[in-house]
């Protein structure tokens, strides 16, 4: 299993960005998917979370909700993380990582990862 993750960028303070994960390897739709956030020195920290197996259940940190949305397209086999009303501290590399059964918040429970990619907020 593959994840390729894409739509970083540069955007200014209320702005808007998508990120992008393709899977490969298997269907999305019997992962869950999570998106995870990392700033240089500190711990990765979980963003949002999507189940899989037909369930929609999902999940957002507190920093985030409401201005965030995960989806997912399992015919595509691509999540995506809908990214709204950004501020200066969502900046950040933002990794999606995919396993089986349902999510966790615990991201040593993922075993696929994508590579990254940067977000800048500028205020």
Do not use: H
Request: some cysteine; overall charge positive.
């Amino acid at each position: 299993v593959q994840l390729q993750a894409s739509g970083g960028g540069l955007v200014q303070a209320g702005g808007s960005l998508r990120l992008s994960c393709l899977v490969s390897g298997q269907k999305l739709g019997n992962l869950a998917v999570a998106w995870f956030r990392q700033v240089p020195g500190n711990e990765r920290e979980g963003v949002s979370y999507s189940s899989g197996g037909g369930r929609t259940t999902t999940y957002y940190s507190d920093s985030v909700k409401g201005r965030f949305a995960i989806s997912r397209d399992d015919d595509g086999n691509t999540a995506y993380l809908q990214m709204n009303s950004l501020k200066s501290e969502d900046t950040a590399v933002y990794y999606c990582a995919a396993r089986w059964g349902d999510y966790s918040y615990d991201r040593e429970k993922y075993r696929y990862w994508g590579q990254g990619t940067l977000v800048t907020v500028s205020s």
